[in-house]
């Protein structure tokens, strides 16, 4: 059976034998509609019923004002405590709280016969109404911290026990406190093994997703190129065809080379590390072949200014064109050997003037 929450018990602790009865038979018969509805059998009927012990939590105060009267009983409290009577100090210290409104020293009074008595939780409630009215009491801090610690709540027992010994020393509590201590450092020793095993965990997972995505990636290599590629970066089959045709000189392949082209022409292009690389801009690549395509080859750009004003003007292919020129002269255009001059075409007059040409450079 669950335990019953420390509230309730206080709560139940300030009301009288008859009212108290009344909530405890409410309370059974929660717990059996609960355990239906979770589909559990009902606790059987002759089963034990919760059972508050009032004994372990003594009423705190609610009215009275007789001052006088709750001072002598503090004397006789302090009498017995001083023969060791815990019960009838008890009782006595009870009778003292429900006679005026008890003082802080009252309480934790209180709460050193209950966890005399070994009664811890009660101990600690006590403590709790004693703190409510002096957070620095350094007997309340103190008897509530051996009361945690018989409860095995070392964290909080070891805070009240320092901070008890901080506000006044007492030689009786260095064990006390010495063994909340080491239960700390277990404690805490433990959080870390933890702590270590789930960042093991998430490295571990972190790792498997890592190639679980390496994996994927892998696969989908397979299926978009045929083969994985076996290292970072672009296989060689992925980088820019050459051009379509079958280019002498490696170059992929441009259509044929039309007649009248300089004699020398693929060598020196291929030759000429600059325009070799321009070659393999795939742009540059579709201009020329199918400049190379169109009848007459280049020569026909004389008759066709428009077409040749289009691949000057264009950023990528009209210095490669400016380039061509440059190397070849007029005979890339039909008219001879590089540097033979001018061509006996007039409509060369059209081309436009090199020195106007961006520098391919």
Known sequence: MPSTPQNVLDALSKLDASEQAIVKDYINELESSIAELKGEDPAPVDEEPMVVDDSDFPPLYISGDDVEKQSELKMEASDLKSEGKWEEALEKYTAAVLAAEPSSLLYANRATALLKLDKHAAAERDCDEALKMNPDSAKALRVRGKARKAMGKWEEALADLSQAQQIDFDEGTVDDLKECTDKHVEAEKARAATKVEEEEKLRKRAEANRKAR??????????????????????????????PGGMPGGMGGMPGMPPGMPPGFMEGLMGDPELASAMQNPKVIAAFSQLMSMPGGPASLMSNPEKLQELMSDPEVGP????????????????????????????????????DMPDLE
């Open 214 to 243: 390496e994996e994927r990636a892998k696969e989908e290599a397979v299926r978009d190129h045929g083969h994985d590629h076996g290292h970072d970066g672009p296989c060689d089959h992925d980088a820019p065809r050459g051009m």
């Open 320 to 355: 490669v064109m400016q380039k061509l020129m440059a190397k070849f002269g007029a005979g890339m255009m039909g008219g001879g050997m590089p540097g033979g001059g001018a061509s006996g075409n007039d409509d060369l007059d059209d081309l436009p003037d090199m020195d």
